[in-house]
């Protein structure tokens, strides 16, 4: 059948190439003459939805000085997915396209935007004026860590996320079990080995103390920074083959293995998982203050069944608390309203207001130390049966230990993870489950993990001048 010339060419298109070119053109068109609307002001991204909510009350006031008086611009916030907010702001930096004016950034993604010489981060470096302005003062000084590279901060930390140890009281208290006794971890298997039990007839254990399992890489290492452990130091020397490291390592294969096996396989934001806790087949996690509002919402029917306390230690005398997750505000060098936009940085994570809505929201505690002493942090919750978790996790804020920015700590992590599991294999091949027995096999294989470690650092001309 003949097909009708194009008037856009020689050649011939079919009907249906004629009407995409027809929408094409048609959709340019109103492209060139629909009237947009330009929001005035600055920009503000997070990746977080609940942040969003949480500021809406922080925001509503700027802005509604900004209408009244005209003395700084508007903000208007946006919430981007976290993989959309990345390579954008990445984008931003390497190829000068637009971007936010203010922009926050969630912890395991830090490594990237600091990667490469310090004078090509996209991010202001904020340090002098942080002195300058007494900031310093102001923030819990542990909480920059994550945030410093190479001894430059870029950017104001919004949250501590020390770590603590939740139970099962009701269990522990029926039993007669005082966990004042319990200074270290190797006196929290002891004293909670009673709990371990066949609660099913099958002649198998069905409840075990912890819920910390060797394949879960992202909970074992803040039992490494606990210990003194994990990537790198605050030097930004490589310390994958420490023996803190090693100590953790081998005894998580204990926990999970032989005859002194004290832990079970039931993750974090895992409906059956939840199961297990909601059953009393969990005795304790590690809980962050964040996952306190986590677990109020996902698990409701253990209200009043549990309670906090701080981590055990892993030698007498010890740090009793550790960190996971977190999040920071920063400005991109690109930003043309820097002093407006730092402005409201201040005024949004520095406020009184937003500490309360952090805790009541979240159960997040501030970063903020002059707040700490508010009355809502010594507000007694049920779900914990009547402890005041604000004020247990503000104890322990000062003792979080330092992280590492280094765009390696996934890589390091990814290594370690093989040795774990190297371990395991070494461990039931040879019938060795002590932690003793395992220390030199763990030493072992974590040094073959720093070596290829830094080979690989070795290898990338891009990220070769980072030193956290």
């Known amino acids: 059948m003949a097909m009708k010339r194009s008037i856009l060419g020689s050649g011939y298109l079919s009907p249906g190439s004629a009407i995409v070119m027809l929408i094409a053109a048609v959709s340019t068109v109103v492209v060139l003459v629909w009237p947009i609307e330009k929001r005035q002001g600055l920009e503000f991204w997070t990746f977080s939805k609940t942040h969003s909510q949480m500021y809406a009350e922080q925001l509503k006031t700027w802005n509604a000085q900004a209408d009244a008086e005209g003395a700084h611009p508007r903000v208007n916030l946006f919430v981007i997915d976290m993989t959309a907010l990345v390579r954008r702001t990445l984008s931003s930096f390497w190829a000068d396209t637009p971007v936010a004016d203010m922009i926050e950034v969630e912890g395991n993604t830090i490594g990237r935007y600091v990667a490469g010489p310090l004078e090509d981060v996209g991010f202001v470096d904020l340090t002098d004026l942080l002195q300058e302005e007494g900031i310093y003062d102001l923030v819990n000084p542990p909480s920059f860590s994550l945030w410093t590279s190479r001894g430059r901060v870029f950017g104001l930390p919004h949250d501590v996320h020390p770590v603590m140890l ?47 399992w060797y394949t879960n890489t992202e909970w074992i290492e803040p039992l490494m920074l606990q210990a003194g452990g994990g990537t790198f130091d605050e030097s930004g020397e490589l310390i994958v083959a420490s023996k803190a490291n090693a100590l953790v390592i081998s005894t998580i294969i204990h926990w999970c293995f032989g005859e002194g096996r004290i832990a079970i396989d039931a993750p974090e934001f895992s409906p059956a998982a939840n199961h297990l806790k909601i059953e009393g087949r969990v ?70 207001e937003l500490a309360e809505e952090l805790y009541r929201t979240t159960n997040i505690i501030t970063p903020v130390r002059r707040y700490w002493d508010s009355d809502y942090f010594n507000e007694p919750d049920p779900y914990f049966q009547g402890q005041a978790p604000g004020a247990m996790y503000i104890a322990l804020a000062p003792d979080v230990p330092p992280r590492t920015s280094s765009p390696f700590r996934p890589l390091a992590m990814t290594r370690i993870g093989e040795a774990i599991n190297d371990l395991r294999k070494y461990a039931q091949a040879n019938d060795i489950y002590e932690v003793d027995g395992l220390m030199p096999e763990a030493l072992r294989l974590l040094e073959e993990a720093e070596r290829r470690v830094r080979a690989e650092m070795s290898r990338n001309v891009f990220l070769t001048e980072v030193t956290p």
């Open 166 to 212: 939740c139970y099962r009281a009701d269990i522990v208290e029926e039993a007669g079990i005082d966990v004042s006794e319990i200074e270290t971890w190797d006196d929290f298997a002891r004293v909670l080995a009673p709990l371990i039990k066949d609660l099913d007839g099958d002649g198998r254990p069905d409840r075990y103390l912890l819920n910390t």
């Open 283 to 352: 005795v304790a996690s590690l809980m962050p203050d964040w996952l306190a509002s986590t677990w109020k919402n996902d698990m409701p029917q253990l209200s009043g069944k549990l309670k906090l306390m701080p981590l055990p230690a892993w030698e007498p005398g010890g740090r009793r608390t550790s960190v996971y997750g977190g999040t920071m505000i920063a400005i991109p060098k690109s930003t043309k309203n820097f002093d407006e936009a730092w402005a409201f940085v201040k005024h949004l994570y520095l406020s009184e």
